[in-house]
């Protein structure tokens, strides 16, 4: 069964380093997502991803977070200068459409910045 | 804006108990309503959904109905086992293309 997958596992960083998070959406999916969920709080939507732009993002998504598709299967997330409350668990979801409701997720990247 | 507010975990239950995780929301449309389920070192799985009010999604033996008088959609499963460990997450979708999600609520069934 096709699933979305997520690289690494768990990425420990310094602040202000930048990062990248990996994923590789189901292969006929359209639309890209990221989440992420800070330990004991809600998950919460950062940016969608259609036709190689930003559909929509939140607040959260600020000019230090950037995605890219950079080839037919990876879909990315930078951060470009870590901090401290960027720790948090990443996750990674793929569509078919937008209107199909049923988003896949990936099983997350434990983001840790010390 | 949006809202989801569930049921405080963690939860523990023993086997074959009455389940119940309480979800609430607070949307401006008609969202549609999901539980999504995390089964551990795995990613967030749908496990049901419901479109519009009155609607009851069900899978695995778990169900939950679209109230829109109470805006609930709380998730119920009547003989649940250690198998259905994990955390749920209630969530709605209002429209557009993002989820909006409640804290999760983390379920132990011991034997």
């Known amino acids: 069964e096709p699933e979305v997958t997520q690289t690494p596992s768990h990425q420990v960083t310094q602040m202000g380093q930048e990062v990248i998070l990996r994923c590789v959406p189901i292969s006929n999916h359209l639309y890209f997502y990221w989440y992420r969920q800070i330990l004991g709080q809600k998950v919460e939507f950062l940016v969608s991803?259609?036709?190689?732009?930003?559909?929509?993002k939140s607040e959260i998504f600020d000019d230090q977070f950037s995605v890219e598709r950079p080839d037919g299967s990876n879909f990315t997330l930078k951060i470009r200068s870590t901090k401290l409350e960027d720790s948090a668990m990443y996750f990674c979801?793929?569509?078919?459409?937008?209107?199909?409701?049923?988003?896949?997720f990936g099983p997350g990247t434990r983001l840790t910045v010390l | 804006g949006n809202s989801v507010t569930q049921m405080e975990g963690p939860v523990t239950l023993s086997e074959e108990a009455f389940l119940t995780i309480n979800c609430t929301y607070t949307?401006?449309?008609?969202?549609?309503l999901f539980w999504y389920v995390q089964y551990p070192g795995e990613g967030l799985q749908l496990l049901l959904k419901a479109t519009k009010a009155d609607d009851k999604g069900s899978n695995k033996g778990f169900e939950a109905t679209y109230r829109k008088e109470t805006t609930s959609f709380h998730l119920e499963k009547g003989s649940v086992q250690v198998s259905d460990s994990a955390v749920y997450f209630c969530?709605?979708?209002?429209?557009?293309?993002?989820?909006?999600f409640g804290t999760g609520t983390r379920l132990t069934i011991i034997p």
């Open positions: 991803f259609y036709n190689n732009e930003i559909s929509e």
């Open positions: 969530a709605l979708k209002d429209g557009n293309e993002k989820l909006t």
């Open positions: 949307a401006t449309g008609y969202p549609s």
């Open positions: 979801a793929s569509s078919e459409t937008s209107q199909t409701n049923e988003q896949f």
